[in-house]
């Protein structure tokens, strides 16, 4: 169990050009349907940024397509899992590091990783281009891409309900900031922390650069999000998953909405699996406040000028920064 709240938001699953069909007591009905869950979502995203999400319609075969095509991945030699290394996928951004690879909070996580985003023909554009995908497992690139544009979809009805949420029109952001988002995806494998350090993160306190991360977790947990009432960890809960806001929600509604650190530490003696999805601005939106919104973020961190793609490779390159150097 968690104290996060768990939200349905199958209501926010139909679009409002297909509810226009409806007859009005059925517009009404369902009108008033979203309205609920969005008013949970905000108060969530009030609270400590983070609920679960169910009702989602995710196949569940997709996340176990993806779960087995990652534990094949990782279970393949050092030397094999290089051959998609990070370094060969230059600007773009993708591929496979090694455990200590990535730095959070100026450290190395335990962690090892494959990064994804938008399938695209090479360009000009870092962060964008084509993924690197292993030869010895052929049925992860289907599994991944699949994925990618499921959880768009899910992604775009729950920044609905957080339109809603804030008093705007459901398609408020699938107008403007998300017209074309950038869509960045993970998947990590965490080895069993040591027992006797308990300085050892496979993730470090941090929060998330974009709008919003929708987490698959397996079975094994480790989440932890600093709430206003302290840590409490976020375990798996079936057929769900995690939702965060992040930095630019935060910056849009002047910290009313809550970026909120979180770390991991797997604490289960397994190896872990996690697959984070990351919905974020365009990559040449920028991101000023909302009309209404006032005030600023709670640790003041996020207060920048440009878009939002700039914003973004001014992260990336602290996370990775001798690749950054290559670039």
Not at 50 to 63: A, K, N, Q, T
Not at 120 to 149: C, K, M, S, T
Not at 208 to 229: E, K, S
């Amino acid at each position: 169990m968690s104290e996060l709240p768990v939200i349905d938001v199958s209501p926010l699953l139909t679009s409002g050009r297909a509810a226009s069909d409806r007859a009005a007591a059925d517009r009404a009905a369902a009108d008033l349907a979203k309205r609920v869950v969005a008013e949970a979502i905000g108060e969530a995203c009030r609270d400590s940024g983070f609920f679960y999400v169910s009702g989602h319609g995710v196949p569940p075969e997709l996340p176990r397509r993806l779960d087995a095509a990652g534990r094949r991945f990782f279970a393949l030699p050092e030397a094999v899992k290089a051959e998609i290394s990070m370094e060969r996928g230059g600007k773009a951004w993708r591929g496979f590091f090694p455990v200590g690879g990535e730095l959070t909070s100026g450290r190395p996580d335990l962690k090892e990783g494959i990064y994804f985003g938008a399938e695209e023909p090479p360009g000009p554009l870092p962060l964008h281009g084509p993924n690197l995908f292993p030869a010895q497992v052929p049925e992860l690139r289907d599994a991944v891409l699949d994925y990618l544009g499921t959880m768009t979809a899910l992604a775009q009805a729950v920044m609905s309900g957080i339109a809603l949420s804030l008093g705007l029109d459901e398609d408020y952001f699938r107008s403007g900031y998300t017209a074309q988002p950038t869509v960045l995806f993970r998947i990590f494998h965490y080895p069993p922390a040591p027992p006797d350090d308990p300085d050892t993160w496979g993730v470090g306190e941090h929060t998330d650069y974009g709008l919003l991360t929708l987490l698959l977790q397996d079975a094994n947990g480790g989440l932890q999000v600093r709430t206003p009432r302290g840590w409490t960890e976020a375990p798996p809960l079936e057929n769900t998953f995690v939702c965060n806001i992040g930095d630019m929600l935060d910056k849009l509604t002047g910290g009313h909405y809550r970026s909120t650190p979180h770390r991991v530490r797997n604490r289960s003696g397994n190896e872990r699996l996690s697959f984070p999805f990351f919905f974020d601005p365009g990559w040449d939106s920028e991101v000023p406040p909302l009309p209404y919104a006032s005030g600023h973020r709670w640790d003041g961190q996020v207060d920048f000028t440009g878009t939002y793609g700039e914003y973004l490779l001014s992260k990336v390159s602290k996370v990775f920064p001798r690749l950054f150097e290559r670039l």
